[in-house]
């Protein structure tokens, strides 16, 4: 008889299609000491563990420079878990049992010894574990060692596994940003191909995922009423807002380096604009999903650079107060130039230059220090073709029809994750008085269950093997190539200069004045 599967014991994978049955696996985390370690990485692997979702057996193996013995990484882990995931329930009981997968090698990834070492260490605890070459590798260090550790992981042969090879272990996950600008992606992208299939590379983007950002596909095409309309004869504008009221947290020295526009916008913010704008894919298929995305970007309409100033604006934020809290200016950062020039708001006005969406403006903004924490896209519906209402209707109806005008469906990814739709109606009285009202879906009140965080989600579907949610490589170029000619100019003399706006506001004036020239505001948060 043959053996059964423990995987499929586990009344939370039932009925999951086999493929996505994760079986035994060794994670290694590269740069283990760092915060994403700490406040994502380990409570979405706790998360996981909890929930029954991973498999019977596995390990994580944390690395990094800083010496430490298992049982000191344990407890570090242990802490950060209790203080960064609250939500999670911790049990001491759960602990020991997740506590005793945890290991951790101090190494130098510059150095060819450590890897060996890895290697060695890899492999008893494929003994142990039953991993048995199933390996993840997860980048989690400074960017520009990427390319060295890929190279060291491969010359010690870490990154082949014949037995493996068909279901394309052992893999790598490679944290944003990738690369800095069109140049260093390719050359960091050629670099990882040397050595490892596209099929084995997994460059996370946690948005993709959040539950709300999975939901927009659903939205568009598990219903029948939306897709009809989704397009430039019914839609007049879309607005991507992701507003955060944190500074730079302690990441002065990777923000001076990044900027709002490689942290957030060559990557969340694109992919947002990615899954509002795709087509339909043919199927759920990982490479066909990921050939819709792609193809948004590569339509996107070069930014017209001799007009820089109506396309973008980039903004810093001075000192302030924030929900009541004096806050310090960027410039005043720990680890940031008090000259630093470098952008924490950016706005843009972008095109997708297709037949769905021709013409179609898609305004976005992110920043930090703003009024409030909320990242949502506003799909803008046209104008009724005729104004009957506003004809008929006394004054103040006449007001707000012409302020508001016309249906928005609001996605709101966080926080208060839902969907709501604005639409007009009568007030209740003799007379015809419209006002516009929301109708509104709460994932909180109407599924009143935890959704699990993005990272839980993406480790789950990389130790299934699912790349849908994970960028391919084609993309994160061609959100390079749209990016990078404004990088570029913004480095030469004469750029247009860097506003600096009070903490707590909305960001630069400047950034109204892209939507006004159009006749058009950013939506109220
Ligand atoms: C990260 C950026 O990728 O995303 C941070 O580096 C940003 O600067 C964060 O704050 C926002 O993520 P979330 O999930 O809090 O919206």
Redesign the pocket.
């Known amino acids: 008889m043959v053996a059964q599967d423990t995987t499929l014991l586990n009344p939370l994978t039932e009925g999951l299609p086999k493929e996505r049955l994760a079986e035994p696996f060794a994670l290694v985390v590269l740069g283990a000491h760092g915060d994403l370690t700490k406040r994502k990485l380990i409570p979405a692997l706790y998360a996981l563990f909890c929930d029954s979702l991973l498999p019977q057996d596995f390990c994580i193996v944390g690395m990094s420079r800083t010496k430490m013995t298992d049982d000191e990484f344990r407890n570090a882990m242990k802490d950060s878990l209790i203080k960064f995931a609250p939500e999670l329930h911790f049990t001491d009981a759960n602990w020991e049992r997740f506590a005793s997968k945890l290991y951790y090698m101090p190494g130098n990834f510059q150095m060819e010894n450590g890897f060996a070492d890895l290697s060695k260490f890899l492999d008893d605890l494929a003994q142990r574990h039953g991993t048995e070459g199933r390996n993840i590798f997860y980048m989690s260090t400074p960017p520009s060692l990427y390319s060295d550790i890929i190279v060291r992981i491969s010359e010690v042969g870490l990154n082949k596994s014949k037995k493996w090879k068909k279901s394309f272990w052992p893999r790598v996950v490679v944290e ?1 940003p990738f690369g800095h600008d069109l140049n260093s992606a390719t050359a960091l992208d050629s670099q990882i191909h040397k050595f490892f299939e596209e099929k084995q590379i997994y460059r996370i983007d ?1 948005y993709l995922g959040k539950e709300t950002v999975q939901n927009i596909m659903v939205l568009r095409f598990a219903n029948a009423i939306f897709e009809p309309i989704w397009n430039r004869n019914h839609i007049e504008q879309i607005q991507i807002t ?1 507003a ?1 009221t ?1 500074g730079v947290e302690g990441r002065g020295g990777y923000y001076e380096e990044a900027g709002a526009l490689r ?2 916008v060559q990557n ?1 913010m694109l992919a947002l604009l990615s899954l509002v704008a795709m087509e339909p894919p043919i199927s759920l298929d990982a490479d066909e999903v990921r050939t819709e995305k792609a193809k948004v970007l590569k339509c996107m309409r070069p930014i017209d650079i001799a007009r820089l100033s109506d396309y973008v604006v980039r903004g810093q934020y001075g000192p302030g107060y924030v929900m009541g809290e004096k806050v310090i200016g960027y410039r005043q950062e720990p680890s940031v130039s008090p000259k630093s020039n470098t952008e924490t708001f950016i706005a843009l006005k972008l095109f997708v230059d297709n037949w769905r969406w021709a013409d179609v403006p898609f305004y976005i903004r992110s920043g930090k220090r703003l009024m409030k924490s909320a ?1 949502e896209i506003a799909i803008h519906f046209k104008q009724v073709p005729h104004r009957l209402f506003t004809m008929m209707a006394g004054d103040v109806s006449k007001r707000i029809m012409n302020q508001i005008g016309a249906n928005v469906l609001v996605l709101r990814i ?1 926080p208060d994750e839902g969907i709501s739709l604005k639409f007009a109606t009568k007030q209740p009285g003799a007379t015809t008085q419209l006002r516009f009202l929301s109708m509104d879906f709460s994932y909180g009140t109407s599924f009143g269950v935890r959704s699990p965080s993005a990272y839980e989600r993406l480790i789950l579907d990389c130790v299934a093997g699912d790349g849908s949610l994970f960028a391919r490589t084609d993309a994160v170029e061609a959100s390079w190539e749209l990016l990078t000619p404004v990088l570029e100019a913004w480095s030469k003399p004469g750029a247009p200069p860097c506003f600096t706006y009070p903490a707590g506001s909305w960001g630069p004036e400047e950034s109204d004045k892209l939507l006004s020239c159009d006749n058009r505001t950013w939506r109220r948060i």
Request: hydrophobic share 20%.
């Open positions: 944003k946690h992701n955060e944190l942290d957030m969340h990242t966080q």
